[in-house]
Structure formats: C-alpha cells, structure tokens
C-alpha cells in the first residue's frame, strides 16, 4: 500500500475504507479502537496506513478505552478519531458526555448493525439514531451524518473533522452495514482542506480556556502549550475550574447546546432528488435512501409523483427543511431500519401538516423498492 | 458573565511562601480532603519529587479520574485532566502517544484504578505503555461515603459491608508486576521522603511505572473499622510495615493486624509500546 497521505485519485473501495481515508486526508493522525464487526476494515486500514504516514493507530482494550484514548490524543493535539458499532457504541456513551463536557473535537463512527444487543453482528440496520442523539446522560446537542455511498463516507469523514474543530464537539458519523461493506468508485481529490484548530489568541497568564469567543466556542490549548489548562467532567466555569452551583451549570450546559443550535446553516446538509413537482416525500437516509430511490422510481411509473428527501445531517435535525417541505407536499414516507427513530422526529417538524407514513424493518437486510412503493401507495391513497 | 481570574495569592501564614506553590492553583485551595487524610502527604512527595526532577512543567501532564484522589489534578498548576471514572488510563495513554515528548502521569484512587477501571490498569501495562500511574490506596470509596472498594480487606467494615466484607481484595503490587509493569513500588504517608525517592524513580523510569501508597481515611475506613484518629492509622503503618526491597510480589499482600511488605519490588527494562511502534514506523517512512 502507498505511504503516500492523502490517496488522490480514483479507487475502488468500500465505505469503511472509504471513511478511513477520508480521515487520514483530514489530518486525523490518531486512531484507536476495539475491533467489531461490521468496522473492522476501518482498524485494518488504519492500522496499516497511520504508520507510514506519521500517526499513531493503538487497538484498545474495549470501546471505552478507545474512546477515553481518542479524547486524550485531542487534548495531545492530534485529530482523533475511533469507530466502532452498536455495542461498542454503548460502551463509549459515559465518554462521550465527557467529550461534550470539555468540549474535545473528535470523530466517531457507528457502522450500524441489528440489535439490541448483539442482535445481527454482520447485517445491516439503522437502529442506533436516537442514541446518537440522546445516549450519553445529561441535555446536550450533537452533529451527526449519515453517509449512503462509499463516495460520500469519505466526503464526509472530511466535513466531520472540519465540523467538529468548528464547534469542539465530537461528530457522529452514523453509517450502516451494508454502505460500510459496499464497494463503488471513491474519487479522492487532488487537495483535501484540512481544518485548523482555534488556540488561545492571549497568553498563558490572560487565558481563560473555557472563555467562548462571540460564537460561543472557545478557543482550544493543547497539552505542553504552555497554558496549563485544567479540564474536568465536573461542571466548570470559564476558568475551567468546577463551580457547583445551580448558575453556573444552566450557563455553561445551554452553552453548549446554543453554540451548536444557534449556526444550523453550518452543519444542515440534506439532498433532494425529484422533489419538484412531487406530491409524495419519501424521507431517509444512509442505505435506506438509496434503496428508497427504486420504490420512488415504481410510483412515478405508477403515476404517483413522488421524490426523495436525504437526510444527510440527521442531528441536530433539519427541522426547518422538514417543515417546509410539508408545505410543498401533500404526504411523507420516511424509509429507515428501525421501527419509527427519525419519523418521529419528521412527525415533529411537521406539526400535523401532512400525514407520515413509516415504512420500517428491523434490520437485517435493505428493504425492497416495492416495499417503498407501497408505503407510497398507502400514504398517497390517505391523502387524496 | 465573565468570572474574573483569582489572581491574588493567597498567604497561608503572613510573608511566608510554600515552597511547593509554584505547582498548585493557589486561588483553588483549601482543598476538599478531611483532616488526616493522607492525600496532602502523597501530593506533597509528588511535588517535591517533581521539584527534585527539575523537569519543565509545561512537559508535565496529570490526568486524574473520579473520587478524592480524582481531585488531585484539579490543583495542579499544569495540565491537569480531570476525566471519567476508571478511564485515567486510557486517556492517558492516547495524550502520551499524540504527544510522546509528554511526560504523563496518571494520579487516581484505588477504586478508580481498580474495579471500575482496572481492565485498563493491566492493558496499559501490558503494552508497557509509558506512563506513570500513581494510586492512593485508602481501602475504601472515601468521596461516596466508604463503600467497599477492590483492596478492602476481608471482614472490614464499609457501607456497603455492614456485616464485613466477603470479598477478597487484590494485591496490587502482586497485580502490577504480573500484567508487565517496569517498576512497582509501595510506600505509605508515613514514609514521604522514600515516597518522593520511588516518585523520582517512576517518573525517571521508562515504561509502564507504579507506586501504591497506603494511606488513611479517618473519615471512613478508620472510622468504621476502629482505627483510631489518622495518627493511629500512621502508627499502626510504622508498626506493622515491613521494608523488604526486592521482595516477591505475591507475598505483598495487606491483611489486617498482619506484617505487609513495603518497598520497591519491580524495577527492569523492557521495550515500551512507543518504541516499539516508532522503531518500525521509522522502518516503513512514517517516523
């Protein structure tokens, strides 16, 4: 395999692969992980390609160690990242509050698999988006992609580090089984921008690290740069040090979630596909967007016009994007392996305006387009 | 609203100075530990070891997990990370390797170190990972109350054992030198200028590196199980512990009423995870 970083060109790859890549082409220079199927191609190739390029790949004990290491290598100055899938998922929930808490950029990567427990270890599914949204303890907000090819697995990987260093908040990146092992054409570019991160703008003796700038984040200083910064899981004020009144806590926790809520412009990322003169929206993600585009192609044959909204950023949810879409459309189907994640959250955003209709599977393989069409069929009959 | 920086140095007694105040927070203290506990004691020879190393401290790292040695970090006027319970160790391990010129040091009790987290203690010595980790063994959980934690004796009686403890308690210096750790040693508060001499040790010492201190909880452990005041704990420790360097680790267990073993039992040499790596990282272009 070529030492060379970033792997211009075109390849053939799959999403996992893919997502590797597009880490080590973002300047994420530390891995470190437990090996779990369906992730372990993204292990493999890191722990063959960050040697030669500089960076440290370490294989941990289990997902909490990975994670807690991740977060360490941030603070060390490197942009880390782990990955892994439902059960390790769980496992590294406790730290991921603790990456929201100390504000710690990093990327984690959920190749999603069936469940609840060790549920469907090699098959698809899409069961884990709400605790992507609400798995750690405590109110928080968090980013979260949902890549649906190999292209985009790599495209992404790139925008969650940049987003990520923007907002000092670790990025989900929400996949699945079948776009993890998914072969197809990846097309790297000639250039990658890597982002930067903001250090301290004053020195050691004026810093406050926990001192936003105007956009709420503050600036971030590394270990052994000199500003002898204190970071702690308990409840800080802007000196980092822990402050337990009630005050302090309800400052520094909507902080952290207006500085996230408050840019949605920045993180907000959705395709439409025929929409324009669509009566019927079939709303879904990753694996299930692309197999959604069969079942819209069977409606249009049927004469049901109907398009497709992706959701590529699945939290914090578009919910503007989804209300007006409800305005142009005269019903919705969201198409996810769960039973009813997003759409509840789709039902939301669009107050009662249309009718939503869930087609859902459990998991374990991709749904049908006829599946889709008829989930079409059924809401476009309700709605006439 | 802006919270303004403390920068007044508070004078313990007038126009005197500590001469261990350039390590700490000043604006952080008093500290929260109870009277006769023995975490000023392990600090003091940490600080004073740190002195004696002469190392820059902007090279220095300490990273704490929860409890009341988890708190240690939090006073320290370096680069202080005060993580999840159990996890000192596997951050650690990935601000060593982001930044290996580092010199990280992990400051955590034996609850944190040891049930919660103690997959983690022997992975990182198994790889001999290049970290110090330093554990205030106090017997019990202290900041929740004293429950029974991995190194209560048997019989003793904690919150959680009110009829005494049914569960046998590991011997950590037994458990550091079997998962691969480089240097192992055991002191108490009682004995700080031989704590700062392993402190040195350890730090100075490359590899996965390991100093327990016994060390009272009046509040808790004491209390309960009638030792006495701090003191007694001090002089129960002077009469019944035991220097023997060198010592096999298995015979270092801690039972009560008993002779335990204190001293440095594990010091060797043997190639570091970041060596290793590096070596062959240099070898195929990435050094």
Redesign the interface.
Known sequence: MS?RTVLSGVHFMNGDEAIAEGAIAAGC??F?AYPITPQSEIAERLARR???????F?Q???E???I???????????K?MTATSGPGFSLMM??L??AVMTETPCVIVNVQRGAPSTGLPTLVAQGDMMQARWGSHGHYEIIALCPASSQEAFDLTVRAFALSERFRVPVLLMTDEVVGHMYERVEIPPEVPVASRRGPKVPPEEF?PF?PDPDLVPPMA?????????????TH???G??DMSPEAHD?LVRRLVDKIRLFPQEYTFYEEVGLADAEIAVVSYGISARVSLGGIELARKAGIKAGLFRLITAWPFPDEALFQLARRVKGIVVVELNLGQMSREVERAVRGRVPVHGVFHAGGRIHTPEEVFQGIEEVYRQCR | ???K?ARAEPEFVPGVRHPLERWL?TD?LPHIWCSGCGLGTALSAFLYALDELGWD???I?V?SGIGCTGRV??Y?????????H??P???????????P??HVIVFSGDGDLFAIGG??FI?AARRNMDITVICVNNLNYGMTGGQLGPTTPVGALTTTSPFGNFEHPFNLVHLAASAGATYVARWTTLDGRRLQKAFVEALSHKGFTFVEILSPCPTNYGRRNRMGEALDELKYYREHMVIRHGADPKDADILPGKPFLVGKFVDLEKPT?LEL?QT??RE????
Request: net charge positive; aromatic share 8%.
């Open positions: 030492a220079r530390f470190a960050l040697p030669q390029i500089g960076g440290m370490i941990m004990e289990d909490i160690a990975a807690a290491a991740v977060l360490g290598a941030s603070w060390g100055g490197m880390a406790e730290n509050g603790l406050l001192a590394c270990a052994g740069e000199g500003y002898r910064v204190h970071v702690t899981g308990l004020d802007e000196r040090y822990p400052r | 609203m802006p919270v920086v927070r952080r401290p902007d090279s790292a990273v970090a939090g320290l006027k370096l680069d202080t990370y005060h993580t999840t159990g996890r160790i596997p951050f650690a391990t990935g601000l060593k390797l982001a930044k010129d580092l997959n983690h992975h995870y790596y062959k990282a195929i272009g990435g050094g």
